[in-house]
């Protein structure tokens, strides 16, 4: 899949990019305790999206690592479809 297909409300998607942008992550308070998050920018050569990192996912890639999204699933975000690597999907270097 390319990223310029991805919208809003989609599951099980599995797309290829390079990480352009990576933001200091943040430490949150959710329902299952306190975690951290960054937001990436991954792009591919039909465009780019925001994704999620959460807790281990933010050591496993650099700007400039090109990675494979497997099961992951869209959703709003301050105004952007933002990518969701989640529970069920993974995050590979390539």
């Known amino acids: 899949m390319k990223i310029s297909e991805i919208t809003d ?3 099980d ?3 290829t990019g390079e990480i352009t942008e990576i933001s200091a992550p943040k430490e949150i308070s959710t329902r299952f305790g306190t975690n951290r998050v960054a937001t990436a920018k991954i792009k591919d050569d039909s465009g780019e999206i925001q ?3 959460w807790g281990k996912q933010i050591e496993m890639v650099q700007v400039g690592d090109k990675v494979q999204i497997t099961g992951g ?3 709003p ?5 933002q990518l969701n690597v ?3 999907g993974s995050i590979t270097k390539i």
């Not at 975000?77 to 479809?81: I, L, S």
């Open 77 to 81: 975000f301050r105004g952007q479809v």
């Open 51 to 53: 994704l999620s990192l």
């Open 73 to 75: 699933y869209t959703k």
């Open 9 to 11: 409300g989609m599951n």
């Open 86 to 88: 989640g529970k069920n």
């Open 13 to 15: 998607v599995e797309v």
